[in-house]
């Protein structure tokens, strides 16, 4: 199977990303935060990521990575004007 390549700090860099959320999927965990990506050797992957982060809220190593939304809606909104941030159903 023909998988894309792996995505590394240069290329979220180069999408305007300054942090990346690092999610615990621990059960019952559900910690989060946001990873400063402009420190890190712009070659990293983010399997290297994955792999080197550590819970700190209860120390598992069982991670995952994804587009920081906060700091991704912040900027489309300083961009733009526009605030795309979902509103509660009625
Ligand atoms: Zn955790």
């Given at each position: 199977?023909?998988?894309p390549p792996e995505r590394a700090v240069a290329d979220?860099?180069?999408e305007g990303e300054t942090t990346i959320a690092?999610?615990?999927i621990a059960k019952g965990c559900?910690?989060?935060a946001a990873v400063?990506?402009?420190?890190?050797?712009?070659e990293t992957k983010r399997s290297q990521i994955?792999?080197?982060a550590?819970?700190?809220?209860c120390g598992s190593r069982e991670v995952k990575l994804m587009r920081d939304m906060d700091a991704h809606y912040r900027r489309m909104l300083e961009e733009r004007g526009f605030d795309p941030t979902p509103?509660?159903?009625r």
């Open positions: 199977m023909n998988r979220w860099i180069a690092v999610f615990c559900g910690h989060h400063d990506i402009t420190r890190l050797p712009p994955i792999r080197r550590r819970c700190t809220a509103r509660p159903a």
